[in-house]
């Protein structure tokens, strides 16, 4: 079945996804879920590593790589190059993440494939950068994690260094790669040229640290754990009512006093130990025992929709079926259906983003491995007699 693209956004766009795992995948899916017709390029069966994610009947898998189509290449015979090099010059993108030096041996780097198609937009996505000291090293979003700082302002105080519970930096670097890829082919329509982009989990883990970085850049300060107490807004993070725990978030002196009426402490105002924001960060342990002890005369439900009524952000802590169950994740349709015809019915949780006039649906389940190698490839141009021939030889 020819390019079902799930939007009209990117549907103009062919990407070649060379990737594996899960930071290159998200790129793609990505795009894939604006449109943009992107070929997934796997080894054939009997040549496959591990390269899915927990299987192709599983869960993960299933949600990386919908919107896609798959074809089968040997890269490992010249014949399997040939093909991709010919599949790439009639395509805009290409989306990579083998280590660095991978690209130049197989002769499908940039600067070769530009040759024959010097509008082609070239991402690259690796652990540490294309280049430096740890280019060669591989990669992993926990060690990324770990040497961009994430983890240690992770966790509770001195309880040692917590990774967070998703692969967050893998996930960054792929939407990272993805947006370089609609500004690089938002100037192509002004240079009609194409370029190379790189980005890496440790750059990405490195950028979404955000204003830690510029304590310590600009104030020299190392931040450290503040467990689940935001480290410079007080006080906000985890507090306990009656039935279980809650968010609550208070920025500003007006929210603060706001905050203090309705916990019923109008006294807090003017108490020297929680009367500013550097009073409340040195007695922030009292506070929160404060706060705590209040709470706890109430459920949830009574503070959170009194304390949203004055202003006060707070809500609930869910678990993964409790998300689900939100009336408000329910109203904004974040969960989309469609149909496997490996697997049946599933539901799939859709792009965050909405664009009212070309939104993004799920057209199309993860596709097995090589599903459309013989049609891509006659859209190609190749006949029935070229592809048993390359079917023969093992290219696919």
């Known amino acids: 079945m020819p390019h079902q693209p799930a939007s009209a956004a990117l549907s103009r766009f062919r990407v070649i996804d060379l990737t594996q795992v899960r930071s290159g995948p998200t790129a793609c899916r990505q795009l894939a879920d604006w449109g943009a017709d992107v070929i ?41 190059i040939r093909v991709l090099k010919e599949l790439i010059a009639k395509s805009d993108v290409v989306v990579e993440n083998f280590r660095p030096d991978v690209k130049f041996r197989l002769g499908i780097d940039y600067e070769t494939l530009a040759k024959d198609n010097p509008g082609l937009v070239y991402a690259s996505i690796s652990g540490f950068g ?13 060690i990324a994690q770990g040497m961009g700082g994430l983890m240690s302002v992770t966790g509770l105080p001195e309880q040692g260094p917590i990774r967070v519970g998703i692969p967050i930096a893998d996930l960054c670097a792929g939407i990272f ?56 807004s007080i006080p906000t993070g985890v507090y306990k009512a009656r039935d279980g725990y809650m968010n609550i978030a208070v920025f500003g002196s007006k929210i603060w006093e706001r905050f203090c009426d309705i916990l019923g402490a109008p006294e807090w105002v003017t108490d020297d130990r929680y009367k500013d924001k550097p009073a409340r960060s040195v007695n922030r342990d009292s506070l929160n025992a404060e706060i705590n002890r209040r709470l706890a005369a109430q459920d949830r439900s009574y503070w959170i929709e009194r304390l949203n009524a004055g202003g006060v952000a707070c809500g609930h802590i869910n678990n993964l079926q409790e998300v689900f169950e ?17 697997q049946g019915a599933q539901r799939l949780v859709g ?46």
Do not use: C
């Open 177 to 232: 790669a993805a947006q370089g890829i609609l500004v690089a082919l938002l100037e192509r329509e002004k240079s009609g040229k194409g370029q190379w982009l790189h980005t890496s989990l440790l750059e990405s883990m490195v950028y979404m640290m955000d204003f830690q970085t510029s304590r310590w850049l600009i104030d020299g300060e190392v931040a450290v754990q503040a467990g689940n107490y935001h480290p410079t």
């Open 130 to 142: 294309q280049t430096g000291p740890l280019a060669q090293r591989p990669g992993f979003d926990q």
């Open 351 to 396: 792009q965050p983003v909405q664009l009212e006039r070309t939104p993004s649906t799920i057209a199309r389940a993860a596709p097995r491995r090589g599903e459309h190698t013989e049609e891509i490839l006659t859209e190609l141009g190749l006949k029935p007699e070229q592809l048993a021939e390359l079917k023969s030889k093992g290219v696919f």
């Open 326 to 342: 939100e009336p408000q994740i329910q109203h904004l349709g974040m969960v989309h259906d469609v149909v496997s015809q490996h």
């Open 40 to 80: 997934q390029v796997q080894m054939p069966e009997h040549m496959r590593g591990d390269d899915t994610l927990g299987g192709q009947e599983g869960s993960d898998y299933q949600y990386t790589h919908r919107n896609k189509r798959s074809i089968t290449v040997n890269l490992k015979e010249p014949e399997g």
